[in-house]
């Protein structure tokens, strides 16, 4: 289930937080085929449901349409687009880990969607 869950978990934060007020897209350099179950459920303890969610490749329309790129730890294979900023969120994969090994990294990730909302000047709801 490799890159199947962190980028969902933050888009499900930013969905949440950010309302109508910003808009998210999720994607991964290495897609997995579906989001690990453990990550929903971690998620859906916080009441935010990303069943509706699947990995997503990165395309070129997509960092070209975005004002932040957040990458989590995808070095070389990151998409890169000239003028755009970039954020790299070192975060462990949920892959293979246990549903109280992925609360930490989902906390983690919430918080720093928290900061990232603060940063570009959208009210967290």
């Known amino acids: 289930m490799h890159n ?10 930013f969905t949440r937080l ?4 910003a808009l998210g897209w999720s994607g991964g350099t290495e897609p997995g085929e579906l989001i690990n179950p453990a990550v929903v459920e ?4 916080r ?3 990303i069943t509706g969610e699947f990995p997503e490749p ?5 960092v070209q349409a975005a004002d932040v790129v957040v990458t989590m730890g995808c070095g070389d294979a ?3 687009s000239p003028g755009k900023r970039y954020l790299d969120w070192d975060l462990d ?9 992925i609360r930490p990294i989902r906390d983690d990730i919430e918080r720093r ?10 009210p967290a709801g």
Request: net charge negative.
């Open 113 to 122: 969607v928290r900061a990232l909302l603060a940063d570009i000047g959208v």
């Open 93 to 101: 994969d949920p892959d293979g880990k246990t549903i109280e090994q």
């Open 78 to 80: 990151c998409p890169v």
């Open 47 to 49: 009441g935010i449901d």
């Open 58 to 62: 990165w395309t070129s329309e997509i």
């Open 4 to 13: 199947a869950g962190r980028s969902q978990m933050a888009l499900g934060f």
């Open 18 to 21: 950010a309302g109508r007020r």
């Open 42 to 45: 971690v998620m859906h303890e």
